[in-house]
């Protein structure tokens, strides 16, 4: 059975770090793009960074460009999301994401994205 999870969101105060983690199982990574989603309150769900598994070629939303290091463990199946400089607007529930697509032909829209896990909470705040 194919299966994402996600771990390591929690409450940070600004400025702080986290790193969150994509755990695929049932799935062979390089052969998917994997993305993160984040959903504010209130919010549309919206890409803030993908990677294509097979090359390495990512992207990154404007807002975390700078701040935030998308990076995949192939040999075990992990995408892990760096996060630093957080601020309170990256508050929001984060989704990991696979894609069938080749990488370069998505571009960070939810309907490409074919696998979703639970999400995890992050919260920024002092």
């Known amino acids: 059975q194919e299966q994402l999870v996600e771990s390591g969101g929690g409450l940070v105060q600004p400025g702080g770090s986290l790193r969150l983690s994509c755990g695929a199982s049932?799935?062979?990574?390089?052969?998917?793009?994997i993305a993160w989603f984040r959903q504010g309150p209130g919010k549309e769900r919206k890409e803030v960074s993908s990677?294509?598994?097979?090359?390495?070629?990512?992207r990154y939303a404007d807002s975390v460009k700078g701040r935030f290091t998308i990076s995949r463990d192939n040999a075990k199946n992990m995408v892990y999301l760096q996060m630093n400089s957080l601020k309170p607007e990256d508050t929001g529930v984060y989704f990991c994401?696979?894609?069938?697509?080749?990488?370069?032909?998505?571009?960070?829209?939810?309907?490409?994205?074919?696998?979703w896990g639970q999400g995890t909470q992050v919260t920024v705040s002092s």
């Open positions: 990677i294509s598994t097979i090359d390495g070629a990512t």
């Open positions: 049932g799935f062979v990574l390089p052969y998917y793009a």
């Open positions: 994401a696979a894609s069938i697509r080749y990488w370069h032909d998505t571009s960070g829209r939810v309907y490409e994205y074919d696998h």
